[in-house]
């Protein structure tokens, strides 16, 4: 019974979902449209009662978190900002105005931009692991990016014709090798999906 | 009054109305007015008439020349008007334009060649399922990325120190994270058979649900059901660059021997890959993200280049069912090196009948 219900019936409701989606892409027809704004609702709905198992496991996370002395203090702020912020919501709102709102703007856009900039310091770092000259594809990728970083900045545009040789960079061998990945995963994409619905790939119940 | 005879003189001209797809939702309306009337046109109307009688005014952007209504009913019929004002004076109206239905197709056209490249594939893997089921054997290049993930999982078990598993930042709709999930169940059997931690933070909802129950049928397959620790697939948070904190910081504190990043992932990709390899960490990236794939290249020990992502779960299981899938993605490529290579050849001798195929 449990296989059945595990196994068998998730299976085949693939299947079926599965083909009637693959129909679906090809008809316009309104009816079929239904189809695809029905199943868009459907998938809403399921997504919020993941949110509900999502906080579950969140305050669950870092409840038992506070009992470790190195994590504690930094649990303890994600479940009281998360605290926080539900009251905050439910009893202000969060409309354009609200606390809510202005908490959002003020506290969390900031903490986001300043992950994002470390990046500059990661990018440095990683520019350094990649650019030691170990064999002929680093050195390749070493000369390449120095003239593709040259010619970006305003010194290289005083060089005549390195625009130019930067362009062909950018639109021939760069643009080649990107299309050459992209078939690949089209590909790839839709093998994976044909081996969904056919059920041959199962590792999602379990194998 | 100048304006009134202006009027009078054009109250030509219809609009041309069509159905420009077959969704039977829209009508295209495409307004003739005269250029030099353009720039004096501060406030533009549209009216639409149902054939039930119903009247609406569609206000549109004045220097607009054609107009696609939306969400229409293709059971019914609609004709337009044009009225034009500037600064409130009405200073063009067209006749009203013949009655036109939205229509309604079966079949969309334009996603023909799209249709057959697919039936074409659809047709080469069953052939190759079919030898598989035959039992013919099925030769696949060795994939370095996939090679290692034994070694990735024996390292970790080695040092005593858990494995970090990370789905991609898309939700459950990307082919990628799936891809990512279905590699998740052999790392955690490997895992699991030499009693290694793996932890798997998430980003997404429902992919955490999913996650959690594919580690858990993981470790009821190899007969450890004992190994399932709940707090270790769990939902970290759905904010960018908080998951890479959160991340991050795991990898710091835990010193985690191996990390997987798997899946579709945007800028915290290097945040996520370069904290890894400062902590000396044996990292396997794979992912379809091709603006990702140099940071992953240049961070990880290894890295799974687009296609390789969706391939790996047949690699790793060398299940014949799902090896053959991959010699039809293999014989797919070559059909299309072969077309694009002929395609340019042509076009070299002038001869473009590209545009006439796509």
Same mark, same amino acid.
């Given at each position: 019974?449990?296989?059945?219900?595990?196994?068998?019936?998730?299976?085949?409701?693939?299947?079926?979902?599965?083909?009637?989606?693959?129909i679906?892409?090809?008809?316009?027809?309104?009816?079929?449209?239904?189809?695809?704004?029905?199943?868009?609702?459907?998938?809403?709905?399921?997504?919020?009662?993941?949110?509900?198992?999502?906080?579950?496991?969140?305050?669950?996370?870092?409840?038992?978190?506070?009992?470790?002395?190195?994590?504690?203090?930094?649990?303890?702020?994600?479940?009281l900002?998360?605290?926080?912020?539900?009251?905050?919501?439910?009893?202000?709102?969060?409309?354009?105005?609200?606390?809510?709102?202005?908490?959002?703007e003020?506290?969390?856009?900031?903490?986001?931009?300043?992950?994002?900039?470390?990046?500059?310091?990661?990018?440095?770092?990683?520019?350094?692991?990649?650019?030691?000259?170990?064999g002929?594809?680093?050195?390749?990728?070493?000369?390449?990016?120095?003239?593709?970083?040259?010619?970006?900045?305003?010194?290289?545009?005083?060089?005549?014709?390195?625009?130019?040789?930067?362009?062909?960079?950018?639109?021939?061998p760069?643009?080649?090798?990107k299309?050459g990945?992209?078939?690949?995963?089209?590909?790839?994409?839709?093998?994976?999906?044909?081996?969904?619905?056919?059920?041959?790939?199962?590792?999602?119940?379990?194998? | 009054?100048?304006?009134?005879?202006?009027?009078?003189?054009?109250?030509?001209?219809?609009p041309?109305?069509?159905?420009?797809?077959?969704?039977?939702?829209?009508?295209?309306?495409?307004?003739?007015i005269?250029?030099?009337?353009r720039?004096?046109?501060?406030?533009?109307?549209?009216?639409?008439?149902c054939?039930?009688?119903?009247?609406?005014?569609?206000?549109?952007?004045?220097?607009?020349?054609?107009?696609?209504?939306?969400?229409?009913d293709?059971?019914?019929?609609?004709?337009?008007?044009?009225?034009?004002?500037?600064?409130?004076?009405?200073?063009?109206?067209?006749?009203?334009?013949e009655?036109?239905?939205?229509?309604?197709?079966?079949?969309?056209?334009?996603?023909?060649?799209?249709?057959i490249?697919?039936?074409?594939?659809?047709?080469?893997?069953?052939?190759?399922?079919?030898?598989a089921?035959?039992?013919?054997?099925?030769?696949?290049?060795?994939?370095?990325?996939?090679?290692?993930?034994?070694?990735?999982?024996?390292?970790?078990?080695?040092?005593?120190?858990?494995?970090?598993?990370?789905?991609?930042?898309?939700?459950?709709?990307?082919?990628?994270?799936?891809?990512?999930?279905?590699?998740?169940?052999?790392?955690?059997?490997?895992?699991?058979q030499?009693?290694?931690?793996?932890?798997?933070?998430?980003?997404?909802?429902?992919?955490y649900?999913?996650?959690?129950?594919?580690?858990?049928?993981?470790?009821?397959?190899?007969?450890?059901?004992?190994?399932?620790?709940?707090d270790?697939?769990?939902?970290?948070?759905?904010?960018?660059?908080?998951?890479?904190?959160?991340?991050?910081?795991?990898?710091?504190?835990?010193?985690?021997?191996?990390?997987f990043?798997?899946?579709?992932?945007? =800028?915290? &990709?290097?945040? @996520? +890959?370069?904290?890894?390899?400062? !902590? %000396?960490? /044996?990292?396997?990236?794979?992912?379809?993200?091709?603006?990702?794939?140099?940071?992953?290249?240049?961070?990880?020990?290894?890295?799974l280049?687009?296609?390789?992502?969706? =391939?790996? &779960?047949?690699? @790793? +299981?060398?299940?014949?069912l799902? !090896? %053959?899938? /991959?010699?039809?993605?293999?014989?797919?490529?070559?059909?299309?090196?072969?077309?694009?290579?002929?395609?340019?050849?042509?076009?070299?001798?002038?001869?473009?009948?590209?545009?006439?195929?796509?």
């Open positions: 019974m449990r296989h059945l219900f595990e196994k068998q019936i998730p299976l085949a409701l693939v299947f079926i979902i599965g083909i009637i989606m693959t679906q892409y090809f008809v316009p027809h309104p009816t079929s449209q239904n189809v695809y704004d029905t199943s868009l609702m459907w998938s809403r709905a399921i997504s919020s009662m993941a949110y509900v198992m999502a906080i579950i496991s969140f305050l669950r996370f870092h409840t038992k978190r506070l009992k470790n002395k190195n994590y504690a203090p930094y649990s303890l702020v994600a479940i900002s998360f605290t926080a912020m539900v009251l905050i919501g439910f009893i202000g709102g969060t409309a354009k105005d609200s606390l809510f709102q202005k908490i959002y003020n506290m969390m856009v900031p903490l986001q931009a300043t992950t994002f900039s470390l990046l500059a310091f990661y990018m440095s770092s990683a520019a350094y692991r990649a650019f030691r000259i170990r002929v594809e680093a050195t390749v990728l070493m000369i390449t990016a120095f003239i593709v970083i040259f010619g970006t900045t305003t010194i290289g545009n005083y060089v005549p014709k390195m625009n130019e040789i930067v362009e062909w960079i950018m639109a021939v760069n643009l080649a090798s299309r990945i992209i078939i690949g995963v089209g590909l790839g994409v839709v093998a994976t999906s044909i081996k969904i619905i056919l059920g041959i790939e199962r590792n999602w119940v379990g194998g | 009054m100048i304006l009134r005879v202006m009027l009078l003189f054009l109250f030509i001209s219809p041309k109305v069509f159905s420009p797809d077959g969704t039977g939702k829209k009508l295209t309306i495409v307004m003739n005269p250029d030099t009337l720039t004096q046109i501060t406030t533009l109307n549209l009216l639409r008439e054939s039930d009688g119903k009247l609406d005014t569609l206000n549109i952007l004045p220097f607009l020349k054609t107009y696609t209504d939306n969400e229409l293709y059971r019914k019929e609609y004709r337009y008007k044009i009225l034009a004002y500037s600064n409130g004076n009405l200073i063009y109206e067209s006749e009203w334009s009655y036109a239905r939205p229509t309604a197709k079966w079949f969309d056209k334009g996603k023909l060649p799209l249709f490249v697919m039936m074409v594939f659809t047709i080469i893997m069953i052939f190759y399922i079919a030898q089921r035959a039992n013919k054997p099925l030769y696949l290049r060795p994939i370095a990325g996939l090679e290692a993930v034994n070694e990735a999982i024996g390292r970790a078990t080695e040092m005593g120190r858990p494995i970090i598993y990370i789905n991609g930042l898309t939700g459950i709709s990307d082919i990628a994270t799936i891809a990512a999930l279905n590699i998740l169940s052999h790392v955690t059997k490997r895992a699991g030499f009693e290694t931690r793996i932890v798997v933070p998430c980003y997404d909802p429902v992919v649900t999913i996650a959690r129950e594919i580690v858990k049928e993981a470790y009821t397959t190899i007969g450890r059901p004992d190994l399932f620790n709940p270790d697939v769990y939902f970290a948070t759905d904010s960018q660059f908080g998951y890479a904190a959160h991340v991050a910081a795991r990898m710091v504190r835990e010193q985690s021997a191996t990390n990043f798997m899946g579709y992932y945007f =800028a915290e &990709s290097l945040i @996520l +890959s370069e904290t890894g390899a400062s !902590t %000396g960490a /044996i990292q396997v990236a794979g992912t379809d993200s091709v603006a990702q794939l140099p940071f992953f290249v240049v961070t990880c020990d290894y890295t280049i687009g296609e390789e992502l969706y =391939a790996a &779960s047949a690699y @790793l +299981s060398r299940e014949p799902l !090896t %053959g899938t /991959i010699k039809a993605q293999d014989l797919a490529k070559l059909l299309l090196v072969i077309i694009m290579v002929l395609l340019s050849l042509l076009s070299l001798f002038n001869v473009n009948i590209t545009l006439g195929l796509f």
